[in-house]
T-cell receptor
């Protein structure tokens, strides 16, 4: 079974703090993704990566950066957290081998910025 | 980009009832997935179904790619089926999600 894990289920940070969200997958997937989910707005793609040290902007990259130093790990960084970044953050991975790139999700991190 | 519309937005059922959820999309797709988001926020993969019909227990799904829609059928619903059901499609790059159908199954 594919397993995607995220470092925290719940996180509370203060405005201006630097925040790291970690995601690890154990299926040797090439592709990894970060989404945020907000009521009424659905899931929106922040960043994705097709390979180590490679990153691509999604639909809403402003205020975020990412790091992929190892194939299994994809980190989302909030350089200076703001209250409008309070959200549910979901990580996903997929294999490039499988046509259509079926995505598998982690359990999510509920981030509150006060 | 591709537009994805799901209907109905909300659905309330009695336990044991059947239901059909619909997903319309605006362009050709290479991938279509159905997910169930449980009350704890976890997205569970239900089906990977860019075309054709699949069944898994009480759930089945059909995608008619030429007419740009997919249907998710839930039979003999149970309270554990409650949650939000998402359809997501991929054209040439990344997945685009619909807004979801929120399902509540009451005992």
């Amino acid at each position: 079974d594919v397993k995607v894990t995220q470092s925290s289920r719940y996180l509370v940070k203060r405005t201006g703090e630097k925040v790291f969200l970690e995601c690890v997958q154990d299926m040797d997937h090439e592709n990894m993704f970060w989404y945020r989910q907000d009521p009424g707005l659905g899931l929106r793609l922040i960043y994705f990566s097709y390979d180590v040290k490679m990153k691509e902007k999604g639909d809403i990259p402003e205020g975020y950066s990412v790091s992929r130093e190892k194939k299994e790990r994809f980190s989302l960084i909030l350089e200076s957290a703001s209250t409008n970044q309070t959200s549910m953050y979901l990580c996903a991975s997929s294999s490039r081998d499988r046509a259509g790139y079926e995505q598998y999700f982690g359990p999510g991190t509920r981030l509150t910025v006060t | 980009g591709i537009q994805v519309e799901q209907s109905p937005p909300d659905l309330i059922l009695q336990e044991g009832a059947n239901s059909t959820l619909r997903c319309n999309f605006s362009d050709s797709v290479n991938n279509l997935q159905w997910f169930h988001q449980n009350p704890w926020g976890q997205l569970i993969n239900l089906f990977y179904i860019p075309s054709g019909t699949k069944q898994n227990g009480r759930l089945s799904a059909t995608t008619v790619a030429t007419e740009r829609y997919s249907l998710l059928y839930i039979s003999s619903s149970q309270t554990t089926d409650s949650g939000v059901y998402f359809c997501a499609v991929r054209g040439y790059s990344t997945l685009t999600f619909g807004k979801g159908t929120m399902l509540l199954v009451s005992p």
